[in-house]
């Protein structure tokens, strides 16, 4: 199996991101990697997304990570829906918890293809 490609990442922020729905802009916590970040205000669930469309210039394997707030009223059950060149896939992220790698949350590792159809949507 290929090793993911960690030499070229990709940074989209929420600013690159299409949004569906009713969304909160928020800043006060100081922990966002633009301007702010999105809030769903615990409303309208599975009714609201931001959906992320990569520019992917080389066919390979990519590491998936979220960066999010870590607050404990946040939700334990966010659906992160990975379309990617296998399928697609639905990991659920616990953003009650602190990132991993200290802000960015590791979702997985998945094929993208070049100028693909590949997209990650926060549900």
Not at 48 to 63: N, T
């Amino acid at each position: 199996m290929p090793k993911p490609r960690r030499d070229v990442p990709i940074l989209m922020d929420d600013t690159h991101a299409e949004r569906v729905g009713e969304w909160e802009e928020l800043s006060k916590h100081r922990f966002f990697i633009h301007q702010g970040y999105l809030q769903d205000n615990g409303t309208a669930k599975g009714k609201k997304s931001v959906i992320f469309k990569p520019i992917i210039r080389r066919s390979g394997d990519y590491e998936v990570l979220i960066a999010y707030p870590q607050r404990p009223e946040n939700s334990k059950h966010v659906p992160i829906l990975i379309r990617h060149a296998d399928g697609e896939d639905t990991v659920l992220v616990d953003q009650t918890r602190t990132p991993r790698n200290g802000r960015f949350d590791p979702v997985g590792t998945f094929r993208f293809e070049a100028d693909g159809q590949s997209t990650i949507t926060v549900q």
